[in-house]
């Protein structure tokens, strides 16, 4: 099972809106509607942001929003502020019954 | 509050083995499956195995399938993950991870714990 693919930097200013897209096949993006996004703050361990394409937990902010389309989901953060500045990795449940983890995104906020 | 906490980390030689567990603090622990996940130094995330909350099914990861081995003892409210015929690749932090009922996805992580393969 081979990792999917995202952009390894994307940046924008304060206040800004950026997406960050995660690419994968048929046998786990497009085969469910099973995508979630998480957040890595350096040294700190992984944060859920985002379940089942498009849903936020308890306690997430509202400026981070999930898409699909295809094979290939979408983390948008609106309002962009200084805190994001992290690292965003996509996972997918798979036809198999296992996971995998996408390349991971380093969010720069200038 | 949920609480993860990862132990058993540590440096050990190529070919030899080690077991991590994972106490679990602050939910119905056998309420829910659970995940082991890798983090190698300055590198992505790499799912490695998840039982499932009853217990009845086990899945790996390709680069650990043969060698590790996932399990749960729900009296003890702990994970663990042992690990055989460890090699220089699976240096990494071994971060445990909670699903939801029914869910796809990791709830909530712990802390980790570092896994140092090396001669």
């Known amino acids: 099972q081979s990792a999917l693919t995202q952009l390894a930097s994307v940046s924008g200013s304060s206040g800004q809106s950026i997406t960050i897209s995660c690419t994968g096949t048929s046998s786990d993006v497009a085969a469910y509607n099973y995508v979630s996004w998480y957040q890595q703050h350096p040294g700190k361990a992984p944060k859920l942001l985002i379940y089942d394409v498009n849903r936020r937990p308890s306690g997430v902010s509202n400026r981070f929003s999930g898409s699909k389309s295809g094979n290939t989901a979408s983390l948008t953060i609106s309002g962009l502020r200084p805190e994001d500045e992290a690292d965003y990795y996509c996972s997918s449940y798979t036809i198999s019954s296992t996971y995998v983890f996408g390349t991971g995104t380093q969010v720069t906020v200038l | 509050q949920v609480q993860l906490v990862e132990s058993g980390g540590g440096v050990v030689q190529p070919g030899r083995s080690l077991r991590l567990s994972c106490g679990a603090f602050?939910?119905?622990?056998?309420?829910?499956?659970m995940h082991w996940v890798r983090q190698a130094p300055g590198k992505g995330l790499e799912w490695v195995a998840v039982?499932?909350?009853?217990?009845?099914?086990?899945y790996y990861a390709a680069s650990v399938k043969g060698r590790f081995t996932i399990s749960r003892d729900d009296s003890k409210n702990t994970l663990y993950l042992q690990m055989n015929s460890l090699r220089a690749e699976d240096t990494a932090i071994y971060y445990c991870?909670?699903?939801?009922?029914?869910?796809?996805?990791?709830?909530?992580w712990g802390q980790g714990t570092l896994v140092t393969v090396s001669s």
């Open positions: 991870a909670r699903d939801e009922p029914r869910g796809t996805y990791f709830h909530y």
């Open positions: 039982i499932w909350d009853d217990g009845s099914n086990e």
């Open positions: 602050g939910f119905t622990f056998r309420d829910h499956g």
